[in-house]
């Protein structure tokens, strides 16, 4: 069952690209955009990262932070940010449990085979913990544009 917008946000705490744990509850009183990714250093998830990368003084003034997960081992996710000079928070969610939580773990399809995995989507978070905005399956372009709407929307 996918997140509810209006309610609050489905907790977690996983580990980040340095090994440390991150908790959602820690981000109170801070507008978060969450997003999930299927997989680091992939050509789709590289555009989406450095998007937000590149939009992150915009965001800032938005007063949001970002914070990406996907199925990655932190070390590869450390890897990732070194690359591309991401900036941001990376976590790992190998049993997609999080990515559960919030409806980002479906059914996709290639070359016509079915398979389990993770759904590009992405969430806003309010100061208060409440899941503002929720864009499943969003492209790797429209995340920033799209984000950056619900963030203003909240003023």
Known sequence: MAAETGK????????????????LSDLKGTRVVLYFYPRADTPGCTTQACSLRDAS???KKLEAVVVGVSPDAPEALQKFDDKHGLGFTLVSDPDHEVAD????????SMYGKKYMGVVRSAFVIDERGKLAAAFPKISPKDTVPKVRAALAELG
């Open 8 to 23: 609050a946000a489905p907790a977690f705490t996983l580990v980040d690209q340095r090994g440390q744990k991150v908790k």
């Open 101 to 108: 939580k919030y409806g980002a773990w479906g059914e996709k």
């Open 57 to 59: 003084a915009e965001l």
